[in-house]
């Protein structure tokens, strides 16, 4: 397993070095030959020197100086437009997407299956989203083989279920498959693909991961999870492990209210993290945080994104986690019946999280974070290190 997480490391710092200049000096060996003096004439002046570019980091500290706080609270928001007011699907550039884009500065928008129709209609729409936006926008789906395809109505080859692939047991194969997925997301101009899962599907009563995880087994998953990650890596997209701290032990689905895992942290760490601290080794550039209460761990029923504990001292600390931590969609019933849009922003934020997904009303939740700032309930620093995270990566994946 270390052998994988050091290659993959490898693999990511692999650079080119600078051609080497070279100058051609008389040869000392032959005769020497005269000739007429040339007339004086004047020294050409040096050409000026190229400034080197500047590096992701740097540009996302200029913009980061720059930017007002409204624009920084728009920055942690990743929206779906998924139906219009009359329910119909929304399958091109509107009103509503261009005011959250251009006027409220958010981050990020994902895709769902009802937003993609044909490969054209996929493709300007996304461009129409993208050229509202005055900072680079990440444009995400989940597409993770399987029955969770967002693109199934475009005709592209069906790619196996992560239970499929893992249970071949040849990492290459889940390289393969990732490629395949990465190459068609960025001919459609994604740039964040939700996936893979790195959840353990250890609990036979689970309904929401089932064969969406590539096993039961830690040092099965785990080579697995970081092949899909390279994968994707090759053909451009950003990756996200999901669902963090591990959603497959849960016997309820956090898609319709409260679940949690009564694992203590020693277990999280010898199984369920597992993947996600071998994915974070490897540079993976979002971890999904799930709405799964781990009460041993937290003493606390409080979901993931609400635990700096977790989010902080574990995904930060222990694992080594230095992407983006975004939400799982915050319209899930394990948030929004115990919790409004507005109290679930500002708190996941105060916990350590780095961008909202999806919440179940982003003007309520988007004034919220905004007062919030305002006041210094979510302190200067704190925004300011979620819009840097988020800044960073955007300008190094451009």
């Given at each position: ?77 990743f929206l779906a437009f998924r139906r219009d007011f009359w329910g119909g699907a929304v399958t091109e550039m509107g009103d509503v997407q261009r005011e959250a884009i251009a006027d409220k500065g958010i981050g990020g928008v994902v895709l769902f299956a ?69 190459a068609y997301l960025t001919a459609l101009g994604f740039t964040v693909d939700f996936a893979p899962v790195a959840d353990i599907n250890t609990n036979a009563q689970n309904t929401v991961i089932g064969d969406r995880a590539f096993g039961s087994d830690a ?180």
């Amino acid at each position: 397993m270390l052998g994988l997480v050091a290659a993959a490391a490898m693999i990511a710092l692999v650079s080119c070095a600078p051609r080497p200049s070279f100058v051609l000096s008389p040869d000392s060996s032959s005769p020497a030959v005269p000739s007429p003096s040339p007339s004086p004439s004047p020294s050409p002046s040096p050409a000026p020197a190229e400034s080197p570019s500047p590096s992701p980091e740097d540009l996302a500290q200029q913009t980061l100086r720059s930017m007002t706080l409204r624009q920084k609270v728009g920055q942690v928001f990743f929206l779906a437009f998924r139906r219009d007011f009359w329910g119909g699907a929304v399958t091109e550039m509107g009103d509503v997407q261009r005011e959250a884009i251009a006027d409220k500065g958010i981050g990020g928008v994902v895709l769902f299956a009802e937003n993609i129709s044909t490969k054209e209609q996929t493709k300007q729409y996304i461009a129409d989203l993208k050229s509202a936006a005055a900072i680079p926008l990440f444009v995400g789906v989940d597409e993770e083989g399987g029955s969770v395809a967002r693109t199934g109505a475009l005709g592209y080859p069906p790619i196996p279920d992560a239970a499929a692939i893992g249970a071949a047991g040849d990492p290459s194969e889940a390289t393969r498959y990732a490629r395949e997925i990465g190459a068609y997301l960025t001919a459609l101009g994604f740039t964040v693909d939700f996936a893979p899962v790195a959840d353990i599907n250890t609990n036979a009563q689970n309904t929401v991961i089932g064969d969406r995880a590539f096993g039961s087994d830690a040092e099965a998953v785990t080579p697995m999870v970081l092949a899909f990650i390279e994968g994707l890596h090759a053909e451009g997209i950003l990756a996200s492990t999901k669902h963090y701290p591990g959603h497959g032990d849960t016997a309820q689905d956090s898609h319709n209210g409260f679940a949690s895992v009564d694992h203590t942290l020693q277990r999280l760490l010898e199984v369920e993290l597992v993947p996600f601290k071998a994915a974070a080794q490897a540079a993976v550039e979002f971890t999904m945080v799930g709405h799964i209460s781990v009460p041993n761990v937290t003493n606390s029923d409080d979901p993931a994104i609400f635990s700096s504990f977790l989010l902080q001292d574990i995904l930060r600390g222990e694992l080594g986690f230095t992407g983006i931590a975004i939400t799982d969609a915050l319209d899930m019933g394990a948030v929004t019946q115990y919790y409004t849009p507005g109290e679930a922003a500002v708190k996941a934020l105060n916990a350590g999280i780095d961008m909202l997904l999806m919440p179940d009303n982003f003007d309520v939740a988007y004034n919220a974070v905004l007062a919030a700032a305002e006041s210094g309930e979510i302190s200067p620093s704190r925004l300011d290190e979620a819009v840097l995270r988020i800044l960073t990566q955007k300008f190094a994946g451009s």
